[in-house]
T-cell receptor, first 116, second 115 residues
């Protein structure tokens, strides 16, 4: 079974600084997607960034980028120039495209606080 | 505007009572999902449906039931067999098997509490 591990329950960053959130996953499959979702205090889930496993290039969305290490099964999220609005819970997630299993598996999340 | 609507926002359940959480989407998505969120537990999959009139159990289906009679609707019933129902419930949908636009769209959630 696929598992997603976020080992850091909380992190803090100074406004305008850079922070990296860690995520590892376990799978025997080769065709899959990885995601980072943000959940602010409103509790609305928002997609931050996604990475297709077959693409070697790391995904980037404005101030958000990933470091995807397929062999190491690592998928970290880097937030540059942190803003107060980045304070939220961040969830790493995995979705396989092999066979009939298409469910999304989430990690336990990390709470990010941003210090002004 | 297209999206996913969950209702009610807050729900209270009495002991031994069944309650139903509503989830409606007008995005014409094939797949719909129900997740449960507890503090420190992340999101755990309860049930999912990839097509009308078909659904599969997720990781924590015991004490829950669903139906998928219409493409737009995927209601979740929390039965009296679910002994610890207090949690935040999230409904989501996605276009199944469209890799170029792969992502889940989420509703705003329902907070269920036991009286």
């Amino acid at each position: 079974a696929q598992t997603v591990t976020q080992s850091q329950p909380e992190m803090s960053v100074q406004e305008a600084e850079t922070v990296t959130l860690s995520c590892t996953y376990d799978t025997s499959e080769s065709d899959y997607y990885l995601f980072w979702y943000k959940q602010p205090p409103s509790r609305q889930m928002i997609l931050v960034i996604r990475q297709e496993a077959y693409k070697q290039q790391n995904a980037t969305e404005n101030r958000f980028s990933v470091n995807f290490q397929k062999a190491a099964k690592s998928f970290s999220l880097k937030i540059s120039d942190s803003q107060l609005g980045d304070a939220a819970m961040y969830f790493c997630a995995y979705r396989s495209y092999t066979g009939a299993n298409s469910k999304l598996t989430f990690g336990k999340g990390i709470t990010l606080s941003v210090r002004p | 505007d297209g999206g996913i609507t969950q209702s009610p926002k807050y729900l209270f359940r009495k002991e031994g009572q069944n309650v139903t959480l509503s989830c409606e989407q007008n995005l014409n998505h094939d797949a719909m999902y129900w997740y449960r969120q507890d503090p420190g537990q992340g999101l755990r999959l309860i049930y999912y449906s990839q097509i009308v009139n078909d659904f599969q159990k997720g990781d924590i289906a015991e004490g829950y039931s669903v139906s998928r009679e219409k493409k737009e609707s995927f209601p979740l019933t929390v039965t009296s067999a679910q002994k610890n129902p207090t949690a935040f419930y999230l409904c989501a949908s996605s276009i199944e098997r469209q890799r170029t636009n792969e992502k889940l769209f989420f509703g705003s959630g329902t907070q269920l509490s036991v009286l």
